[in-house]
């Protein structure tokens, strides 16, 4: 009888931690335009209007002396791939990809940003 008390036990210990678990919710947000940051990961350069732009997890910065400051995503400016986690939406019969609150279309291998 103790034996059995034990395993229902565990049972709904097991069980309680699972539904905490399954009740996680990450949350991406766009930081702040204006933000200051001195490193970026992996950054890449892209060039646009004669002006440089950097792209790092699906951040767009512009750089200030050694650091660099988060800027909102140039209409028109083209990247080679989005990162995990960007959403497919059908706007108005376009297919458009949107990764914090950045809308993009697919065009050749590349993706532009647009708006809606």
Request: glycine share 8%; hydrophobic share 40%.
């Amino acid at each position: 009888m103790k034996n059995l008390k034990l395993i229902l036990l565990t049972v709904a210990l097991m069980g309680g931690l699972l539904s905490i678990q399954a009740q996680r919710t990450v949350v991406k947000v766009y930081p702040k335009h204006g933000t200051v940051v001195t490193t970026l990961s992996k950054p890449k350069l892209i060039l646009h209007n004669k002006r440089n732009f950097y792209f790092a997890n699906g951040v767009w910065y512009k750089a200030r002396g050694r650091k660099y400051v988060v800027c909102a995503a140039p209409v028109g400016i083209k990247v080679r791939n989005l990162p995990r986690g960007n959403k497919v939406v059908v706007v108005n019969g376009r297919k458009l990809y949107k990764y914090k609150g950045i809308w993009y279309k697919k065009s050749g291998r590349h993706y532009v940003v647009v708006t809606v």
